[in-house]
C-alpha cells in the first residue's frame, strides 16, 4: 500500500506558531481578539488568519526578515525528510499557516523541494490578502487539511496524520494513524480516538519504522 504522510507546519514542524510571531510584531489591531474567536469556534481559522493578516501591512522582505532566527525547528524534520524519501513514503506539508514564510523556511534548510500547501498570500498596502485555495482550484471557508487528506485518499494513500493544533481534528479522523501532541492529543485521549504522542519528530520517525 502506498503512504503519506500529512504534516501540519506551525507547532508541529515548527516548535511554535510563525503566523503568531508576525502578527504580535506587526498587526495594526486586536488580532488576539480573533484568536479567541477562533478558539471559541466562533470563526474558522481561515477566517482568523484571513482577518488578522489583513491588519499587517509590512512587505515580504520585512516578514521574512523578522523571522531570521526566531524560528525554532522541532528536532527531527530532517530525519522525517530523509526517512520518507529512503522507503518511498509521500510527505506532504498541508498547513493553514502562510505560503510565503513556509516556503521560505525551507528553503533556508535546502529543503525546498518538500511538497507543502498553505494559505496563498499577496502583499498589499492596505493589508496581505490571504486566500485558502484548495485541491480542485477552489477557494474555501475552513476545511483546508480536510480537502486535501480526502484528495489523498481518493488517490489511494494511506494517510499517516501529524499534527498538534484544534485545526488538525478533524481531518486527522480520516487518517490511517495519527501521531499527535498538543490540542490534537488532548481531543484524541478524550474521544478515545487512538494516536501515538510524539515529543519530538525522532518520535514520528520511529512510529513510521513500525508500520
Known amino acids: ?31 488576539r481578539q480573533l484568536l479567541r474567536d477562533y478558539k471559541e469556534h466562533k470563526i474558522s481559522v481561515d477566517r482568523f488568519n484571513t482577518q488578522a493578516f489583513a491588519m499587517v501591512k509590512a512587505d515580504r522582505p520585512t516578514l521574512l526578515e523578522a523571522t531570521k532566527g526566531k524560528v525554532k ?11 520518507c524519501s529512503e522507503r518511498g513514503f509521500r510527505l506532504v506539508i498541508v498547513s493553514n499557516g502562510l505560503d510565503f514564510y513556509i516556503k521560505a523556511i525551507l528553503r533556508e534548510m535546502g529543503l525546498e523541494n518538500v511538497e507543502a500547501y498553505a494559505a496563498q498570500t499577496r502583499f498589499c498596502a492596505d493589508g496581505l ?13 475552513g476545511g483546508l487539511k480536510e480537502a486535501y ?32 501532541r498538543g490540542e490534537l492529543l488532548t481531543y ?8 501515538k504522542s510524539f515529543d519530538d519528530l525522532n518520535d514520528v520517525v520511529r512510529a513510521l519504522e513500525n508500520l
Open 129 to 141: 490578502k490571504v486566500q485558502y485555495i484548495g485541491p480542485a482550484g477552489k477557494q474555501l471557508d
Open 1 to 31: 500500500m502506498k503512504t503519506l504522510v500529512q504534516c501540519d507546519f506551525d507547532g508541529t514542524i515548527t516548535e511554535e506558531d510563525t503566523s503568531f510571531l508576525l502578527l504580535d510584531s506587526f498587526a495594526q489591531g486586536d488580532w
Open 149 to 180: 487528506i480526502k484528495l489523498f485518499l481518493e488517490e489511494g494513500y494511506r494517510v499517516i496524520y501529524v499534527g498538534n493544533g484544534d485545526s488538525d481534528i478533524n481531518p486527522a479522523k480520516y487518517a490511517y494513524e495519527i501521531l499527535a
Open 73 to 83: 525547528m522541532r528536532a527531527g524534520f530532517q530525519e522525517i525528510v530523509t526517512y
Open 188 to 195: 484524541c485521549r478524550e474521544n478515545n480516538l487512538e494516536c
